[in-house]
């Protein structure tokens, strides 16, 4: 082992325990790996910096932009339409894994399920089905379609960019789609039926973390005229009438024993717990209000029309772990923050004590004229259907128009992804379907300095021979059993990577080993760049392992566990699919 390799396996571990661990932010990590590589000599400046024009970083940064626009002109309203229509529960799975299968292969998958949940949502419930029976394959089926094209999932561009960087033709727009459209009928074959009954069924009576069925935690202000005045929570027989809970009272900033028969006076705090509904009955009935403590100042519009809006915690959001104070004192909207909900728990602290967790779910009032603004924020996802009205819902077909042009183009081959996708974006610029600041606002940079970050690792990896070293010391032990078991090695290793950390990370990582692979048992990288694109892409194990499992994971009411009971065998049937598959579509030797 050269010094030079040592150093870039060192770096490589370094960076997967903090990936595993989370003890920076993974852009911060990939600036980190590209910083370290530099400064001990093993790539040169040059080469650092190219994973900023790379095609891959360029191509996932225009993607963003053209999703944000699909969604921001309404493009994808009609859905709501359609999804009202169905009236039997095998109607529905049909539907939403056919929507899917037509979508997620081109438009960002994230920006399709934040679209789609509270649609899957409303949509169970009116035909009788828990929506945690819809929304973890909602999650699911966005991952296996988007596995389906090239441009279908971020892991699919890196793995093919940096097999390109080492000398590989690259793949085609639709290269995956034989064995993608074989995992996605057998995958939605498995969730419509073992799958189904591996799912909970959590019963209308028990839906506290589900939309506007939620249990909301909120603090109300007793007013002078309020009947509760000289009265209590017993006496007024809040429990039994309106089915909401007292957890706490306070007076001047202290606690008040007893609270339930306590004597109440003007003034009064009241922490309490219920649906929203009956909240809102309790207030005017009781002549209470929801207390602002909250806006600290914060100038609202007398004149606004308010709308009420739900709101959840996203999987990337930096609000995470701030305190719910701090949060709506620096957001740029004039929201009234009312209540919140969590998975899985009460909270029991006054509101502005409370830190944030991936998956809450804030209620909140905002100004009519600030919720599209509120919609492209990146930080939270919105729950509720009663979307801003847009003056863009006759671009819808414009967006539409030019999303397609963009794949089009690309998939015959005229120009190359990332270009054609820079000028669909300049043509949704220009045509007013996303506003030119919304263009940077509307990019996951974190993703995109992920990307370039990582790029130049696999440019060391087999710049110093790093990546050969770690075969022939690891996977080279089993070159005798065959190709076929040294991908079924690989596409575990793919698979367990790409659950403990990014995605992405786990393919630009892997993909200079596939590279290796090939190279020591003198076959084409093709089957071992498949397995690694199709493993890394579809993440079924954890509600972590990607982005769309945490989305649902909140808004579910699932459990840790939920996925793993559901995910496993799905796992295991694309392992097994992958396995076959692969080499009768990629032989391994032409």
């Known amino acids: 082992?050269?010094?030079?390799?040592?150093?870039?396996?060192?770096?490589?571990?370094?960076?997967?325990?903090?990936?595993?661990?989370?003890?920076?932010?993974?852009?911060?990590?990939?600036?980190?790996?590209?910083?370290?590589?530099?400064?001990?000599?093993?790539?040169?400046?040059?080469?650092?910096?190219?994973?900023?024009?790379?095609?891959?970083?360029?191509?996932?940064?225009?993607?963003?932009?053209?999703?944000?626009?699909?969604?921001?002109?309404?493009?994808?309203?009609?859905?709501?339409?359609?999804?009202?229509?169905?009236?039997?529960?095998?109607?529905?799975?049909?539907?939403?894994?056919?929507?899917?299968?037509?979508?997620?292969?081109?438009?960002?998958?994230?920006?399709?399920?934040?679209?789609?949940i509270p649609i899957v949502i409303s949509a169970s419930l009116k035909i009788g089905i828990s929506p945690s029976k819809t929304l973890i394959p909602l999650s699911f089926v966005a991952q296996m379609a988007g596995v389906m094209t090239l441009i279908g999932t971020s892991t699919n561009l890196v793995v093919n960019s940096v097999a390109k960087e080492e000398g590989y033709r690259g793949f085609g727009m639709f290269e995956f789609l034989p064995l993608g459209l074989i995992c996605f009928v057998a995958g939605c074959f498995y969730l419509i039926t073992l799958g189904r009954k591996l799912l909970p069924d959590v019963k209308s009576s028990e839906l506290d973390n589900l939309y506007e069925f939620g249990h909301y935690v909120t603090e109300l202000y007793i007013t002078e005229d309020s009947p509760l005045v000289d009265s209590s929570f017993a006496d007024e027989d809040i429990v039994q009438d309106y089915k909401i809970y007292l957890i706490e009272a306070r007076r001047n900033g202290e606690i008040i024993s007893s609270p339930r028969s306590s004597k109440l006076d003007e003034g009064d705090i009241l922490l309490v717990r219920g649906r929203w509904s009956d909240i809102l009955k309790l207030t005017e009935d009781k002549k209470l209000k929801v207390n602002n403590q909250l806006q600290y100042g914060k100038k609202v519009p007398e004149d606004a029309k308010w709308m009420m809006t739900e709101v959840m915690i996203g999987p990337t959001s930096s609000a995470a772990g701030r305190r719910l104070v701090l949060f709506n004192r620096t957001w740029t909207?004039?929201?009234?923050?009312?209540?919140?909900?969590?998975?899985?728990?009460?909270?029991?602290?006054?509101?502005?004590?409370?830190?944030?967790?991936?998956?809450?779910?804030?209620?909140?009032?905002?100004?009519?004229?600030?919720?599209?603004?509120?919609?492209?924020?990146?930080?939270?996802?919105?729950?509720?259907?009663?979307?801003?009205?847009?003056?863009?819902?006759?671009?819808?077909?414009i967006s539409l128009a030019i999303v397609a042009g963009v794949i089009l183009v690309a998939a015959i081959g005229w120009i190359p992804i990332a270009i054609s996708s820079l000028i669909g974006a300049l043509l949704l610029t220009l045509t007013k379907s996303i506003r030119a600041d919304e263009v940077y606002t509307q990019t996951n940079w974190p993703i995109v300095i992920l990307m370039a970050g990582l790029m130049p690792l696999g440019v060391a990896m087999n710049q110093t021979g790093a990546a050969e070293f770690i075969i022939s010391n690891s996977l080279g032990y089993f070159q005798d059993f065959g190709p076929h078991v040294m991908l079924a090695i690989l596409y575990l290793l793919a698979l367990l990577m790409a659950e403990m950390m990014s995605n992405s990370a786990a393919a630009v990582l892997l993909t200079p080993l596939a590279m290796s692979t090939a190279k020591l048992l003198g076959t084409d990288p093709t089957p071992f760049l498949i397995a690694i694109t199709f493993s890394a892409s579809t993440s079924f194990i954890t509600p972590i392992g990607y982005q769309t499992n945490t989305m649902v994971y909140g808004a579910g009411g699932y459990k840790f566990t939920d996925f793993f009971k559901v995910g496993m065998p799905l796992n295991l049937i694309f392992w097994g699919l992958g396995v076959f598959f692969i080499p009768i579509f990629w032989p391994f030797y032409n």
């Open 333 to 397: 909207y004039n929201t009234l923050i009312l209540g919140i909900q969590r998975r899985g728990s009460i909270i029991r602290n006054k509101l502005d004590r409370v830190r944030l967790q991936v998956g809450d779910i804030i209620m909140m009032a905002i100004p009519e004229d600030d919720l599209p603004a509120l919609r492209r924020d990146k930080s939270v996802i919105i729950l509720s259907q009663n979307h801003a009205p847009t003056n863009k819902r006759w671009k819808g077909p």
């Open 1 to 116: 082992m050269t010094l030079e390799i040592f150093l870039v396996i060192a770096i490589t571990l370094v960076a997967m325990v903090l990936f595993i661990t989370e003890k920076m932010r993974f852009d911060g990590i990939g600036m980190l790996v590209l910083g370290s590589l530099v400064v001990f000599g093993l790539i040169t400046p040059t080469q650092a910096l190219a994973g900023f024009s790379n095609e891959a970083t360029i191509t996932i940064a225009a993607m963003f932009i053209l999703a944000a626009a699909l969604e921001d002109t309404g493009a994808l309203d009609f859905l709501d339409k359609l999804f009202s229509r169905v009236k039997s529960p095998l109607g529905f799975y049909l539907l939403l894994f056919l929507v899917l299968g037509i979508v997620a292969p081109f438009v960002n998958n994230t920006a399709v399920v934040a679209v789609l």
